[in-house]
């Protein structure tokens, strides 16, 4: 089958697969926070001393909206929030350092947002020193942040490295003036490059740039000009995401621009092949999904060792078995459940007010989940997965009955209690994964959930 032809076969709504069961599918009804606690502690106890834990800090305000993110975020150009804010999640964590009989061990830390860099590089230093006050720190860490090249200063740079940071993504998307018009991201060349030079100059071990393709007004030559610039800035690592085009989710956020205006499948899936195909010759190897790197970044390294891991963070060099998200909207993993912080701002201030863990939804996870959830991780990250002798077989005929037709497609290789992906099939991970989605496969969704794959 031609790849034209796989494109339109396979290009279907489907889940990213940071979490599985995917956040749609998850029984809330069965959920408490008193068994979200249960499964925290327990985790803790079994990892804490062996791997440390990671921590997600939400930081959701911006000054602008841009019009592709699908991210949580408050939009405003009052910085008065952030000390508020800060107290808050400072608040939050101490309510889960209360459940811990020893001091939890940093591993992982990463600022997300919204735009961690809309906050003064002193708050962020009072917020983060606070944390760390009441942890150890892992020698090993991993501590990483986002930042906008527009607003990112060199002292912010040199506070967070002066903190244990040593890794920064800078978002960047798109270099065609036309095209950050339409997402209402404006960022001149010579932003990403000073953040970048000076990021460098610093020490940051691995400084990565975040490409988007798919979207409005984006055709082959821009796309070819984007990463020809980049080239010339040679980040560590980069990040080429599909746009995820939601709006039925995101509503007005994601309306600034007509549909006409997007790359069809077929060009979206273009545009990705040349720019793969150009990173590849200057010196980039594909990492799991949407993700480059050089062969001295540590994602690399982490994929060579298979120790690479995927969570809510997205693509990590490390894996630990706790991850707490802290901040609005935050989501939290034990391995044996998720846990997602309530969505708006004023009920999370309302709940901490109140000496209340601010979740309001979650999953625990039974016997089933917890294996699907394994072959499912290391397909993303490793792009291969074995199980015990028939165990599939007999228990899920259905995953196999699903996987031939991938295996006749050419997109992966049915081994005897394995798969391996194919290159072919590295374009069309996220569908061999819907392969083991038991819980989508038993209850389809009867409306659109999750954006399209290709």
Request: charged letters at 25%; a neutral charge.
């Amino acid at each position: 089958m031609t790849n034209i032809n796989l494109i339109q076969k396979y290009n279907i709504p489907g889940p990213r697969y940071t979490s599985y069961p995917t956040v749609p599918y998850w029984e809330d009804s069965s959920f408490s926070t008193k068994k979200w606690i249960e499964t925290l502690r327990r985790s803790f106890r079994e990892s804490n001393k062996k791997e440390g834990i990671s921590l997600y800090l939400h930081l959701p305000f911006c000054e602008s909206l841009c019009t592709f993110c699908a991210c949580n975020k408050r939009v405003t150009k009052q910085h008065n929030v952030e000390s508020s804010y800060i107290e808050a999640v400072l608040k939050e964590w101490r309510l889960y350092l209360d459940l811990f009989t020893e001091k939890p061990t940093i591993r992982e830390v990463h600022l997300g947002g919204g735009t961690p860099s809309f906050f003064s590089p002193e708050n962020l230093k009072f917020l983060l020193e606070n944390i760390f006050s009441g942890a150890e720190i892992h020698p090993e860490r991993e501590f990483s942040f986002e930042g906008h090249p527009n607003n990112t200063t060199q002292k912010h740079l040199q506070i967070l490295y002066d903190l244990g940071f040593r890794r920064v993504s800078f978002g960047v998307q798109d270099y065609d003036s036309e095209v950050q018009k339409a997402i209402h991201r404006i960022q001149p060349l010579e932003n990403v490059r000073k953040v970048t030079e000076i990021a460098r100059k610093i020490g940051y071990e691995s400084i990565s740039h975040d490409l988007v393709f798919g979207l409005p007004f984006q055709n082959l030559d821009k796309v070819i000009n984007t990463i020809k610039i980049t080239e010339s800035l040679y980040p560590d690592r980069i990040a080429f995401y599909s746009y995820a085009h939601v709006p039925w989710i995101k509503g007005v956020g994601q309306r600034g621009f007509k549909d006409d205006d997007l790359p069809s499948g077929e060009e979206k899936r273009e545009l990705y092949e040349k720019g793969k195909e150009l990173l590849e010759k200057m010196g980039y190897l594909e990492i799991g999904m949407d993700h480059f790197s050089l062969k001295t970044d540590s994602l690399y390294q982490s994929m060579i060792n298979k120790k690479i891991h995927r969570n809510f963070m997205g693509y990590t060099s490390s894996s630990t078995q706790v991850m707490i998200g802290l901040g609005v909207s935050s989501i939290s993993d034990s391995w044996y459940a998720f846990a997602q912080n309530v969505k708006t701002i004023e009920e999370y201030y309302q709940r901490l007010e109140n000496n209340e863990f601010p979740i309001f939804r979650g999953h625990i996870l039974n016997d089933e989940d917890l294996f699907i959830r394994r072959h499912i991780l290391n397909l993303m990250c490793l792009l291969e997965t074995k199980w015990q002798e028939n165990i599939i077989e007999k228990k899920y005929p259905e995953i196999i009955e699903r996987l031939k037709e991938f295996e006749t497609d050419g997109l992966l290789e049915l081994q005897e209690n394995s798969i391996v992906v194919r290159e072919k099939g590295r374009s069309f991970i996220r569908n061999i994964c819907m392969a083991f989605d038991l819980r989508m496969m038993r209850n389809a969704p009867q409306t659109k959930l999750f954006s399209m794959t290709v």
